[in-house]
């Protein structure tokens, strides 16, 4: 029995130093904040040009029970848009529905959640990347799959004036703040038979923010990755939503990332 538990604590290590081998040769580098007392770590790549020409940012956020390395592997937005400033934030144990008991890392849900300890976080993370890079401010993006999902939405309740564009995966703006959000180029992803979070709920949050947006009634063709099919809801006012569905569960899709980065390329803040 020795042996066998022995095997498997190498694995376990084996695997994460892979990881961790691999975010570094990618250009990852964790970086670490004390906010409120608390400290806060994210991986983050930065472009060798970003001190002196203006670079777009993407902050990417795991789901409940993530990590910022799984999520750079999932995601991988810093090897899809090189010239980008990317950031994998790593969350803290929260309670969730899957995790009543608080045990897994995760991100507040609502304003004023965890005393807003995220939505701080952000804020450190944010500042110093504006002092330590020359940040375009006018491409400030998020994205997010299911609780961190939940967060985008959050912070483009809390934090709009900030991003041009978000990017919410399997989730929803919570009831009693959706209200908070303003009108902002949105993409949302939503798996047909998402198991946790249905998907007439996720129906209901891109109805919201189609309404939010001023987007037309019928959508068009927008772009098409393996099961998902991307349908666009333009806008006069600049403000469109694109729904990304596939026919598939709470699992985060494969063709997803390379959607989100074209569509963020699409927008800037002022244009």
Not at 75 to 101: C, K, N, S
Not at 142 to 152: D, E, K, L, V
Not at 204 to 210: H, L, S, Y
Request: proline residues 6%.
């Amino acid at each position: 029995m020795k042996n066998i538990g022995g095997k498997v604590i190498f694995f376990v290590v084996g695997v994460w130093l892979v990881a961790q081998g691999r975010a570094a040769e990618a250009g990852l580098v964790t970086r670490e904040w004390t906010v409120d007392g608390v400290v806060r770590k994210a991986l983050v790549r930065v472009p060798a040009n970003a001190a002196g020409t203006a670079a777009p940012v993407v902050f990417a956020f795991h789901g409940h029970g993530g990590t910022m390395t799984q999520a750079a592997r999932s995601f991988g937005m810093h090897t899809r848009w090189p010239e980008a400033i990317v950031v994998y934030l790593q969350g803290l144990p929260t309670a969730g529905m899957t995790d009543p008991q608080g045990k897994l890392p995760g991100w507040q849900k609502a304003p004023g959640d965890y005393a807003d300890r995220d939505l701080r976080f952000f804020d450190a993370v944010f500042a110093t990347l504006k002092a330590e890079s020359k940040v375009d401010g006018r491409r400030v993006f998020a994205t997010g799959h299911s609780n961190g999902g939940q967060f985008t939405y959050l912070l483009w309740a809390m934090r709009g004036d900030v991003f041009a564009a978000m990017a919410p995966s399997a989730a929803a703006p919570g009831l009693g703040w959706y209200e908070r959000l303003r009108p902002k180029p949105a993409l949302h992803v939503a798996g047909t038979n998402d198991e946790l979070v249905k998907f007439a709920v996720q129906e209901r949050a891109m109805k919201v923010v189609r309404t939010l947006n001023g987007c037309a009634a019928e959508g068009t063709a927008w772009a098409q990755a393996g099961p998902i099919t991307g349908t666009l809801y333009p806008s006069q006012t600049g403000t469109p939503l694109v729904a990304l569905i596939y026919p598939g569960t709470h699992k985060y899709p494969a063709e997803a990332p390379a959607l989100i980065v074209k569509f963020f390329q699409e927008q800037t803040a002022g244009k």
